[in-house]
């Protein structure tokens, strides 16, 4: 099979751009449990509180976490697995705009710049939506149980909203771009 040399050398960077973006992701997961105090511990303490529950009048049941901000043992750790999400999501969408930056420079596939606009798109708004709907609530001091559940069913049914929106992002880049021959 014969490549041309832009061919290679566009394959190569692609993989030297996969690369980078994996020991990225590795160091920052790396920082932010470092970052935070006990957050293995703290994320297990979270997931241990969770129960099947009946989504409102509906056969369906999910878990949703319960007894939380109740128990004033739990508060902590769940406020810093939120907030640690939110650091996350809001760090690895901007890593994600300067990958979008070296994807142009190396002239990477256009599929490739569509997937990682999809990308920004949902990372951004998951950082909006684990702000609104998890640490906002938390932070406010003044939620019960009940309503951080609800919360927590509200923040997953946006999430899905927004791999909705970030795959209409992804396809809505394809289009232009393919209009103007980027």
């Known amino acids: 099979m014969n490549q041309s040399p832009r061919g290679y050398a566009r394959g190569h960077y692609d993989g030297v751009l996969s690369a980078i973006s994996a020991g990225f992701f590795l160091i920052l997961v790396g920082t932010i449990f470092v ?26 049941y999910v878990p949703a976490p319960q007894h939380l901000v109740d128990n004033a043992d739990m508060y902590p750790a769940v406020r810093d697995v939120f907030m640690a999400a939110r650091e996350f999501s809001l760090i690895w969408g901007v890593f994600l705009i300067a990958m979008l930056g070296a994807r142009f420079l190396l002239d990477s596939p256009l599929r490739k710049k569509a997937e990682n606009v999809g990308d920004i798109v949902f990372w951004l708004g998951a950082t909006y ?4 709907f998890l640490v906002a609530p938390i932070q406010a001091s003044v939620i019960s149980d009940s309503d951080l559940a609800l919360k927590w069913f509200e923040f997953w049914a946006a999430v899905i909203v927004f791999i909705g929106v970030s795959l209409i992002a992804r396809a809505i880049f394809l289009a232009a771009a393919r209009e103007r021959n980027i």
Not at 53 to 58: F, L, S, W
Not at 129 to 132: C, R
């Open 35 to 60: 970052a935070t105090p006990n957050l293995l511990h703290q994320v297990v303490t979270f997931l241990s509180h969770f129960n099947v529950v009946q989504v409102g009048n509906t056969n369906i």
């Open 129 to 132: 939506l684990i702000q609104t």
